[in-house]
């Protein structure tokens, strides 16, 4: 009897064994387009204000500061890990050779949609750059495998993270003493013209082969410790404007995904809800074990958000229980609430149509 039970036993585990374990991951490549919420380690090499390769960012991460705005693991880390990769996808700066073959992270922290985004920051790579770095990408692979006909196949197995539009409203529409958008555009205007632009964009990943796509909505940015630091009377309540600006794009981006699936032929879009996501959270903290949801771990002034972390801040010890890490970014227990919802969305609220783990099995 025992046997038999210990039998029972072995197969229950091997049926829920994670991708993760597997010797295979469940897609042979990964690539990763966004903003400073993925970056890790492309702003490195330029001449930017927006880098995160100083501690105590990367307290908790295995190889310590390496250009992630967090203090472990990001969203794209964790949902890598998920589907069963072994090694961190490399950031374009510092991959090469076959290593591409697994995928690339293309991600420049203040990047956006549009080119002029992020600009009072210095350098960064926006959307178009990062489209261009991947096309350099592509060529490598025809050369490695062979012929365009076995990069295509290798590409169409792929799955594509892209996750821009936050700077586009943090760090250009409502930063109007440096940026003329908000006064040329009203929001839904301004939503319109970016969904636009990402339309194009987006058409251009799919040319240079992207099938699998998920498409990642903008968050709550007017809930980040910044924005209540800055715009929420009693640092608790989310900033309205911010928030309901955004959600214009959103709506938008929820058309663009149908519309794609419908007319590009082969394609399998989808789009993650972060805005719901994190408004759910927000809603029920504890339920996830966060106990502070409205502060930087580690940052300066109310809210721990009015200037973001610096170097060698001491940050706060109790990192797992705090939603935020810094001004504007999540920690890493955040990250894998995001990442694991984002894998596999059993609530079927936030993944549209699928999660990534179903459009990794398409």
């Not at 890598?80 to 073959?101: D, K, M, R, T, V």
Request: with cysteine; net charge neutral.
């Amino acid at each position: 009897m025992r046997v038999l039970e210990w039998l029972a036993l072995l197969v229950v585990c091997v049926t829920f064994l994670p991708e993760s374990v597997r010797s295979e991951p469940l897609v042979p490549c990964f690539f990763v387009f966004g903003d400073s919420l993925v970056d890790n380690g492309n702003n490195n090499i330029i001449v930017s204000m927006a880098r995160a390769n100083y501690a105590p960012y990367g307290i908790d991460f295995p190889l310590g500061p390496t250009g992630r705005f967090s203090n472990g693991l990001t969203t794209v880390d964790v949902i890598a890990q998920l589907l069963g990769f072994e090694n961190y996808i490399p950031p374009h700066s510092q991959a090469s050779g076959s290593s591409l073959l697994s995928g690339v992270n293309y991600a420049s922290a203040a990047a956006g949609i549009r080119g002029e985004t992020g600009r009072q920051l210095g350098a960064r790579i926006d959307f178009t750059e990062q489209l261009r770095n991947y096309k350099n990408t592509v060529s490598q692979l025809v050369n490695i495998l062979g012929s365009e006909e076995s990069a295509a196949e290798h590409l169409s197995q792929c799955i594509y993270y892209v996750g821009m539009g936050s700077n586009d409203y943090l760090n250009n529409y409502f930063m109007p003493e440096n940026y003329d958008t908000s006064n040329r555009y009203t929001p839904e205007q301004y939503a319109d013209a970016l969904a636009n632009q990402y339309r194009q964009q987006l058409k251009t990943l799919y040319s240079y082969g992207a099938r699998k796509v998920a498409v990642i909505g903008v968050g709550l940015v007017g809930c980040s410790p910044n924005k209540l630091a800055s715009g929420s009377n009693d640092g608790i309540t989310c900033v309205g404007k911010v928030n309901n600006a955004i959600s214009f794009l959103n709506k938008r981006l929820t058309t663009l995904v149908a519309d794609f699936n419908n007319k590009l032929e082969g394609s399998k879009f989808t789009l993650i809800d972060t805005f719901n996501m994190l408004g759910d959270i927000l809603r029920n903290p504890g339920a996830h074990g966060f106990t502070n949801s409205n502060a930087g771990c580690c940052g300066v002034g109310r809210n721990r958000g009015q200037i973001t972390c610096l170097p060698f801040q001491i940050p706060c010890t109790n990192r797992n229980q705090y939603l935020f890490w810094d001004a504007f970014h999540p920690t890493e227990a955040a990250n894998i609430v995001f990442g694991k919802i984002s894998y596999i969305d059993s609530s079927n609220r936030y993944c549209h149509p699928y999660d990534i783990r179903t459009l990794a099995l398409l």
